[in-house]
Structure formats: structure tokens, C-alpha cells
């Protein structure tokens, strides 16, 4: 592996909590340079000094941090203004930012289910205006929900419904269903129609013991004991998640496919039926290149000039 990171750039956004922590990490001492976005300054600050402390080369290897907002458009577009701004250019991307659902305020001040806006506008459109960033052969791993088959997914008419709001109330299968099929089906989509020089990776992680649960106002207080039972029995830790997904980022196999989607066991396998249906896909995009339209006046590719803030560098 770090003959794989030697000289590499990556980003990794969610980078500063969980399973984005521990891949940084893993990175960093495999010998990348690594920037990483979350949304608290202080934890963007104290992941500086976790990662120059890890660094297989620190003299060689370069860390920057940002605190960003992505609930939002306005917020995504703020944070990749400063990238393309700053000029970096990187190699490997890991997309980990999510949010358990929230019963009591469930959307974002974009009128977004705070899942959607986190675990698939937001990782779509900070990929989508960075792709100036991103060098050849590049590599993008989200990890979200890939290839997992219990519970049963939703159908794609409650995935629509759901995106549009007209389902207000809904299980936590069916909402991380529909996050993780429309996480699916957008990297598929921008393969075929945008980017062929990138190579998209999913996955899904298993059970990984963070303090994403218990520090959660959110995650519904009955599955606590099934999830302790799980982490005891299959889970890992967020350094060995960052292990595993570190692996599968540089593996040979991961670029086989313009989208490859991996189990916890590393094993390749496909994924949502909904992700290689096309016009399933056209209305993921759709909706997608809608709800940006909405909320910033930006179609396609386009950008807008604003204010930077929020970096951190060492």
C-alpha cells in the first residue's frame, strides 16, 4: 500500500470523525498527503496534529483541514470555491459525511431530508466541482451502503417520494435505503456522462464502533442494544475500517470497472438493481442537478465567486 500512496493527494470529506478519521489516518501513514473537511474547526485543528504524528514521511507529506457546512448548497459550494481556489490537485477521494435521520427537525434549511442532503447532494456535488481538481486515474470511495441487502430496499417509486418529501414519515430502512440507492446510482451516472477519467468505488462498512451512536440526538434508542451486540460480535474499529477501506481505495480490482462496489469482506459484488437502471439514474440526476438549481442559480458545471473560510493548514 505505500508504494500505492507514494506521492499521492487525497481528500477525504467526513475526514475528521469515524470511519473518514480512521481512513485519513490510514492514509496518511501509508504515505499520502491528505486533506480533510468536517464540520467542527476544532476537530478539523486536532485531526492536523493526528495525521503529522502518523505521517510515513512527514517531511514530504503535506495536511490541510477545513470546517464546512455541506448541509447545504450554498454551503458544499463555499467549501469547493476554496479548493479549486487553493489549486491542489489530488489523486484519491473518500466520501464518508452522513447523519442518522432526525425525527424532530428532519431537513435542512434547503428544504433536504438532512440524510439526502449529507450522504448524497452533498457528496455529489462537492465531487461534481471538483473535477477540475482531480488529476488522471483518480479514485473515488464512498462508503455508504453499497451491496448490502437487508433490509430490502425500497422501490424506486418510495425513493422518488421520499427525495421529493411527499413521504414525511418513514422507517430507517427506507431511508437509508433510498440513500444509499441514490449514492449508487450518481456515481454510475457520472461515469457514463461526465468524467470517464475517474473510477468510482462503493461500499458498505459493516458494523464500526464509533462515537457516531452514542453521541447521536438521533439514532433511535431501541436499536442501541442490537447495534452494542453487533459491534461486540463483527465490529471493527475506526482504525481498522480505515485499514479496509484504505485497501480497497488502492486496490488493483477497485479500477477494473468505471464503478466497482465492495463488501466488509472486501469482496466485489453488484449492487442496487435501481444504480445500473437508466432512467433511474436520469432521475437521480435530475433531482440532483435541480435541487443545486434550486438553492444556488448554478446549472451543470458552473461556479460562483465568494468568500473563503474556514482552512486550516500545516
Known amino acids: 500500500i505505500a508504494e500505492r500512496l507514494q506521492g499521492k493527494h487525497a481528500l477525504v470529506v467526513g475526514g475528521t470523525d469515524g470511519i473518514g478519521k480512521g481512513t485519513a489516518l490510514a492514509l496518511a501513514k501509508g504515505g499520502a498527503s491528505v486533506t480533510v473537511v468536517g464540520h467542527s474547526p476544532k476537530k ?6 493526528e ?21 447545504t448548497v450554498q454551503g458544499c459550494l463555499n467549501f469547493t470555491r476554496q479548493v479549486v481556489a487553493s489549486r491542489m490537485r489530488f489523486d484519491l477521494a473518500v466520501l464518508t459525511v452522513g447523519i442518522w435521520p432526525d425525527d424532530q427537525d428532519p431537513a435542512t434549511s434547503d428544504g433536504v431530508d438532512k440524510v439526502l442532503a449529507l450522504d448524497v447532494l452533498a457528496r455529489y456535488l462537492v465531487t461534481r466541482e471538483l473535477l477540475p481538481t482531480f488529476n488522471v486515474g483518480m479514485r ?8 448490502v441487502k437487508m433490509p430490502p430496499p425500497p422501490s424506486a417509486h ?7 418529501g411527499n413521504i414525511p414519515k418513514y422507517s430507517l430502512g427506507d431511508i437509508l435505503g433510498t440513500a444509499g440507492a441514490m449514492g449508487d446510482t450518481w456515481m454510475q451516472r457520472m461515469t457514463t ?10 461500499t458498505w462498512p459493516g458494523v464500526v464502533g464509533d462515537d457516531l451512536v452514542e453521541h447521536s440526538k438521533t439514532f433511535p434508542w431501541w436499536l442501541r442494544p442490537f447495534l452494542d451486540g453487533g459491534e461486540k460480535l463483527i465490529g471493527m474499529s475506526i482504525e481498522e475500517a480505515g485499514s479496509v477501506h484504505t485497501q480497497i481505495l488502492t486496490s488493483p480490482n477497485a479500477v477494473r470497472r468505471p464503478v ?7 469482496e ?16 437521480v440526476w435530475d433531482f440532483l442537478e435541480g435541487t ?5 442559480g448554478i446549472q451543470h458545471h458552473r461556479t460562483l465567486e465568494n468568500e473563503a473560510d474556514g482552512l486550516v493548514v500545516v
Do not use: C
Open 140 to 147: 473515488i470511495l464512498s462508503v455508504l451502503g453499497s451491496t
Open 51 to 71: 495525521l503529522a504524528a502518523i505521517a510515513r514521511q512527514p517531511q514530504e507529506q503535506q495536511f490541510q483541514a477545513y470546517s464546512a457546512d455541506l448541509f
Open 268 to 283: 466485489g459484488r453488484q449492487t442496487n438493481p435501481l444504480a445500473y437502471d437508466g432512467a433511474f439514474q436520469k432521475w
Open 292 to 296: 443545486i438549481t434550486n438553492h444556488s
Open 158 to 164: 418510495i425513493i422518488k417520494e421520499i427525495a421529493s
Open 193 to 202: 456522462i461526465s468524467h470517464p477519467n475517474v473510477t468510482f468505488i462503493g
Open 44 to 49: 478539523a485543528s486536532a485531526m492536523l496534529k
Open 260 to 266: 466497482s462496489y465492495f463488501n466488509v469482506k472486501l
